[in-house]
DNA sequence: CCGAATCCTCAGGGATACTG
DNA sequence: CAGTATCCCTGAGGATTCGG
């Protein structure tokens, strides 16, 4: 364990940590949701629809999903300007998956209900 | 945006976020997985199969999926101590989301391989 | 309206040594 | 073998201010 932390192959390679990596961080998997429920959304939207992220957090995260290919962005040039993000056909890829999680966190939620 | 971060209706209640925040972190999508691959794995195995990670995170990861219900931890009282860690059926019902993001991740990994 | 730029905090994680 | 116990550090994320 725990020598040649960097770069070990059995990490590089797997691809369940490939894909948590790239959908992990504390908004990834609700504003890639919240992407497909509504199709399009623009930046305040996403913002107001994440009470609890900054701006820092909101522009930074919108733009590594956008590296990752996950997410499109529409610039407006207009005044006021206006940006319009939306899921690629990769980040659809993704969505029955965040189904699936999502059904789990239900049923999961409603069990803690019923111990209360 | 941003004004009182905690108890926020929205996170409190996303089961999105609920479930994220379940299987977040470094290692704890490998650790389900390998298991479900292994059914059983004692706790040095799973260390080797997860060669960075310190006994540390480890004991760590595998307590906070103990108390979310979705492991099992047994412990045979011998000499030397043995320890078998097997998903719950909790756990079970995760297993085919990890498939998805599995699968998900390994073609991108080959869409990666292909630019080079 | 949609950010960029700073500065700062803190918790997740790492290194190392020790134990029943 | 299967952990504990410390100490330590980095980097994810937060608060605030400024700009096109």
Same sequence: chains 1, 2.
């Avoid at 733009?63 to 006021?80: A, F, G, S, T």
Wanted: proline share 4%; glycine share 6%; aromatic share 8%.
């Amino acid at each position: 364990m725990q020598k040649k932390r960097k770069e070990c192959p059995e990490v590089a390679t797997c691809s369940v940590d490939y894909a948590f990596r790239r959908i992990g961080g504390k908004y990834k998997g609700r504003i890639l949701w919240y992407l497909h429920e509504h199709s399009i959304l623009r930046y305040g939207e996403l913002g107001r629809t994440l009470p609890d992220i900054t701006t820092k957090m909101l522009t930074q995260t919108l733009r590594e999903l956008e590296i990752d290919n996950l997410i499109n962005r529409k610039v407006y040039h207009e005044v006021p300007p206006k940006v319009e993000y939306s899921l690629t056909e990769v980040g659809e890829e993704l969505i029955p998956f965040i189904t699936h999680l999502k059904e789990w966190g239900d049923k999961q939620l409603e069990r803690e209900q019923m111990k209360n």
